[in-house]
């Protein structure tokens, strides 16, 4: 099937010309027909399979078959999504897809000033692209009006609930009206998601292409058994591979991720870490120079690479293995995008061993093991058996003195004193009778 099939408009088979697209990914195929029907819909699918095109596509042709032509341009189309990095990348999206139209789009997200949002605001927008926290403010300040919105989206919403968004979307809901169309978008489809979207949506169409647990055939996946404090020595090791074009490493917190950029420039490799404590203008620097390849090594939080989109990322490398394992496959989803090759590397130290077990269960296969490096796993079973030894000479000695041996040895002098004082007394006896 091509997009011509999809009975899309010409000014936006133009732009998706110009992008290079042929044809529609297996989300995109089954998800514009229905939007354009009008339909609500939950979209499931996993990272990199188009989902931002396969809403941005169909919702540009729908505000461009019912245009608006009086008065001041209103927001008709609103995408709520949870960070910053994915709200610049669907504002992208969006201006290459509608290239060829009059539609404006303007993005609004937190951590940086918002006059200049709102001097875009002012100017009349058609599409808003925004994180929770700063529409929830803009609205309060009567700066940006979402009581007339056509389209709704929710993109990422499982990221949203894990992030603490949840007040905050149940704010934008009362605020937006009851009549339009919504559209919700996520890479898992847990029991919260289930439930909003069932007071959410009316009669939804379920689209899900891939289960959460599929992992792109394309995508060679490794793992070395390495101690944690090895981990920094590993990774040097292996970005010293010169075939390593790019490289994104995941680390599970902030500090995590500093600390490895400060670990990785110690061994002279150039690396830039991108997290919620950077600012946004540190952050985008950053990530515009991996995709531009002026930087070969980005190290990233989960919550910060939601925004990262790079159609040819050669390497994910997980520093740390993460706490859930759906977040594994959102990983190295990162790479093998678009049909093309992409390679895993995992790094699990001996308590990491039960989070391996849990994505080995989930993608159901076992990841391949590299037995050859310079840092192989020492601390591995032996290791529990030394530390119960140790555990229970502390037991013991913690127990002898509750046997109150003590007292034993006090009255070993009492009866000394015992037999010293007769014959003393006895003596004293004889002297007196003398």
């Not at 993460?322 to 995992?346: F, K």
């Not at 061993?353 to 050859?372: A, G, T, Y």
């Not at 119960?388 to 070993?412: D, G």
Request: glycine residues 6%.
């Amino acid at each position: 099937m091509k997009f011509e099939d999809l009975a899309i408009e010409k000014s936006i088979l133009k732009a998706l010309k110009d992008e290079g697209y042929e044809r529609p990914t297996p989300i995109q195929e089954q998800a514009i027909p229905v939007i354009l029907e009008g339909r609500d819909l939950i979209g499931c699918a996993q990272t990199g399979t188009g989902k931002t095109a396969a809403f941005a596509i169909p919702t540009i042709q729908r505000l461009l078959q019912e245009p608006k032509t009086f008065g001041k341009r209103q927001i008709r189309a609103l995408i709520v999504t949870p960070t910053r990095e994915l709200a610049i990348q669907i504002q992208d999206s969006f201006y290459a897809y509608s290239a060829y139209t009059n539609l404006r789009c303007c993005v609004i997200f937190g951590g940086v000033s918002q006059v200049p949002q709102e001097e875009e605001l002012r100017q009349g927008v058609d599409i808003l692209v925004a994180t929770p926290g700063r529409l929830n403010d803009l609205v309060s300040q009567n700066i940006v009006n979402i009581h007339g919105i056509e389209i709704f989206i929710l993109d990422e919403a499982d990221r949203m609930l894990d992030m603490g968004f949840i007040h905050d979307i149940r704010k934008i809901l009362t605020r937006v009206p009851e009549e339009k169309q919504t559209l919700l978008f996520s890479a898992t489809m847990p029991p919260a998601i289930a439930k909003m979207s069932a007071t959410l949506l009316k009669n939804p169409v379920k689209v899900e292409t891939a289960v959460v647990s599929s992992t792109v055939d394309s995508i060679e996946q490794y793992l070395y058994y390495v101690d944690k404090p090895n981990k920094k020595h590993l990774l040097g090791w292996i970005l010293k591979d010169k075939d390593i074009e790019s490289a994104l490493v995941f680390t599970r917190t902030k500090h995590g991720a500093d600390r490895v950029v400060k670990q990785l420039a110690k061994l002279k490799i150039s690396a830039q870490a991108i997290h919620g404590d950077k600012s946004q203008g540190a952050r985008q620097r950053a990530l515009s120079e991996f995709k531009n390849r002026t930087l070969r090594v980005l190290v990233a939080t989960d919550i910060a690479a939601r925004g990262i989109d790079i159609d040819e990322l050669s390497h994910v490398i997980n520093y740390e293995l993460p706490n859930t394992p759906e977040t594994y496959v959102h990983r190295i989803g990162r790479t093998g995008r678009a049909g093309l090759g992409g390679t895993a590397i995992s790094f699990c130290d001996f308590d990491e061993k039960p989070l391996l077990q849990d994505i080995e269960k989930l993608i159901h296969k076992k990841i391949e093991i590299v037995q050859d490096h310079p840092y192989p796993l020492q601390n591995n079973f032996p290791a529990e058996k030394t530390t119960q030894p140790r555990v229970k000479p502390q037991a013991k000695e913690k127990a002898q003195p509750r046997v109150k041996s003590q007292p034993k040895v006090n009255k070993q002098p009492q009866t000394k004193l015992k037999t010293n004082r007769q014959p003393g007394v006895r003596t004293d006896r004889k002297k007196t009778n003398q």
